[in-house]
């Protein structure tokens, strides 16, 4: 069953800047549908006097992304915060592998007696003197 | 009314300097000298990194195919068996393994290096008897060949 990686949605922003214009249109035309869409996302509104508009995003995993929202239409915004609840909490660097095993050998890794004959590793029960 | 240029006394000033070069000595951080702090030096620096790594891409999959192929080559000699004819006899007894596999194999699997080393030895014996028999003897059994259609 599928579960989301998006715990929360915190969506800062000031009530009078100018750059926040789209994060209040988001908030009072589209925040309602999308909080509908994604019922396991909770989303937390909070108006402050603060500098710039943020959209953080917390994950299960602890990782916190922000996203500036500064100047940005309320679709636009839409999205982002699609495209948020859509991640997982991993770091998004270049995977180098795209495979991985936590026993990557079966029947014993090679070592350099792996194919010597066992009399030079194996010490047999000691004969007595006859 | 509308002014179509600017008055002159008006300057725009550049006021992200900073961000704009860190963007280039980010890549060059791990670099030696002096190319790693001055802006100069890193610009002409991070440039040549990124065409020599653009082209080692080419240079990655030879490299890493000889890789392969020594290892193959050790292990092979371990159990009695030259590169060349261990694999040539891999491919006549339609084992289409291919060299990163039968690399992986030979590390993390030595048994069943083994008696892949083993097949092709047969198979090669094989070969020899048809090729010096002359048809008196019986065709080998690992000289069959099956089809897929």
Redesign the interface.
């Given at each position: 069953r599928y579960v989301r990686q998006l715990q929360r949605l915190q969506l800062l922003f000031s009530p009078t800047a100018a750059d926040a214009r789209g994060a209040r249109q988001f908030v009072e035309e589209v925040a309602l549908d999308f909080a509908r869409q994604h019922p396991d996302v909770v989303l937390y509104v909070s108006p402050r006097p603060g500098p710039a508009p943020l959209l953080l995003a917390e994950y299960l995993n602890g990782t916190v992304r922000e996203e500036l929202i500064a100047s940005k239409t309320s679709e636009e915004i839409a999205q982002l915060a699609t495209k948020l609840a859509g991640q997982s909490g991993l770091d998004i660097i270049r995977i180098r592998k795209p495979f991985h095993t936590d026993n990557?050998?079966?029947?014993?890794?090679?070592h350099p007696l792996?194919?010597k004959p066992s009399a030079l590793t194996v010490r047999g029960p000691r004969l007595q003197p006859q | 009314m509308v002014l179509l240029s600017a008055p002159l006394w008006l300057r725009s000033r550049l006021t992200d300097r900073f961000w704009r070069v860190q963007e280039v000595l980010k890549y060059a951080r791990h670099f030696r000298g002096r190319k790693n702090r001055c802006y100069k030096l890193a610009v002409r620096s991070v440039q040549r990194a990124f065409v020599k790594s653009t082209k080692a891409r080419r240079e990655k999959k030879r490299f890493l195919r000889a890789l392969w192929i020594t290892r193959i080559e050790a292990a092979s000699l371990e159990h009695g068996l030259k590169y060349p004819a261990f694999i040539s006899n891999l491919l006549k007894s339609q084992v289409e393994l291919n060299r990163k596999m039968i690399a992986d194999l030979a590390i993390y699997e030595p048994k069943t290096f083994k008696s892949l080393a083993a097949l092709a030895q047969r198979r090669r014996q094989e070969g020899f008897l048809a090729a010096l028999g002359d048809g008196k003897e019986p065709e080998g059994i690992f000289s069959r060949i099956v089809h897929h259609y």
């Open positions: 990557p050998s079966v029947q014993g890794q090679w792996t194919n | -």
